[in-house]
C-alpha cells in the first residue's frame, strides 16, 4: 500500500477532528473558535480525550459555550457541568475556565479573530498567545492549531510531534511537510486529528496498517 493510500485509509477511519467529536461546527466565528479552545484546555489535562470531547458537548449543552456566559458562571455551575461529564480535575479546570473566559472576554473582546490577527501568521506568535489562557501550555497550543488549520489556513500544515507519531505508528514519513503532501490541503485538521488517534489508539494503526 503506497503511503497516499495509507493516509487515505486513516483518514476515513479516523478523520473526524476533535472539534466535530465535541458538537462543535467549526467556522471562522467567535462562538465556534471560542468553543474550541475550551475543548483545547480540556485536551490538555491528561485524560481520555473523549472525556474531553463530551465534557466541552456538555458545557456548551448547558449554555457555558460563549466568553460571557462562562465568565459570569458560578464555579458550582461549571464544576457540575464537568461531573456530569464524569471529567477529572474538575476543581482547577473550572476555575481556569472562568478566568481564561476573563482573558478572553478582556484580551480579545470575546473574539479570537482579534488573537488571530495579533498573530499575523506566525504560529509561534499564535502559541505564544494561546499559553497565556489558564492551563493551556504548549501541548494545547497544538492542539488548537492542528484544529484551527481548518478555518485559518495560513497555519497550515500544522503537524507536530504527536501527529508524527501517528505517522510512524501506521509506516508514513514523519516529516511534516512531506505527510501534508499525502492529502488535500482542506483535509489536513481531520488528517491531523487521524494521526493523533493512530498514536493514542493501537487499534486505529492496527487497522489502517493491515
Given at each position: 500500500?503506497?503511503?497516499t493510500q495509507?493516509?487515505a ?10 472539534a466535530?467529536?465535541?458538537g462543535?461546527t ?14 483545547t484546555?480540556?485536551?490538555s489535562?491528561r485524560v481520555?480525550?473523549r472525556l ?9 449543552d448547558?449554555?457555558l ?11 458550582q ?5 464537568l461531573d ?14 472562568i478566568?481564561?473566559?476573563?482573558l ?10 482579534r488573537m ?13 498567545l494561546l499559553r ?5 501550555g504548549?501541548?494545547?497550543a ?12 495560513e497555519?497550515?500544515p500544522h503537524?507536530?510531534?504527536k501527529a ?17 503532501g ?7 485538521a481531520?488528517f491531523?486529528?487521524?494521526?493523533v ?12 496498517s493491515?
Amino acid at each position: 500500500m503506497s503511503h497516499t493510500q495509507t493516509a487515505a485509509r486513516l483518514l476515513e477511519d479516523a478523520g473526524e477532528t476533535f472539534a466535530a467529536e465535541a458538537g462543535i461546527t467549526l467556522d471562522d466565528k467567535p462562538a465556534p473558535l471560542y468553543r474550541l479552545l475550551v475543548l483545547t484546555v480540556l485536551l490538555s489535562s491528561r485524560v481520555q480525550a473523549r472525556l474531553g470531547t463530551r465534557a466541552c458537548a456538555e458545557l456548551v449543552d448547558s449554555d457555558l459555550g460563549t466568553p460571557d456566559k462562562m465568565r459570569a458562571a458560578t464555579h458550582q455551575q461549571v464544576h457540575d457541568a464537568l461531573d456530569r461529564a464524569k471529567f477529572l480535575s474538575k476543581d482547577q479546570t473550572a476555575d481556569a475556565l472562568i478566568d481564561g473566559a476573563a482573558l478572553v472576554a478582556d484580551r480579545w473582546s470575546g473574539d479570537l479573530r482579534r488573537m488571530r490577527a495579533e498573530a499575523d501568521g506566525d504560529a509561534d506568535r499564535l502559541g505564544e498567545l494561546l499559553r497565556e489562557v489558564p492551563r493551556l501550555g504548549p501541548v494545547g497550543a497544538d492542539i488548537f492549531l492542528r484544529e484551527v488549520q481548518a478555518v485559518w489556513p495560513e497555519f497550515r500544515p500544522h503537524l507536530d510531534g504527536k501527529a508524527t507519531d501517528g505517522a510512524r505508528a501506521v509506516g508514513l514519513p514523519t516529516d511534516p511537510d512531506t505527510l501534508a503532501g499525502l492529502v488535500d490541503e482542506g483535509d489536513l485538521a481531520r488528517f491531523a486529528a487521524a494521526l493523533v488517534r493512530a498514536a493514542l489508539d493501537d487499534e486505529v494503526a492496527e487497522r489502517v496498517s493491515a
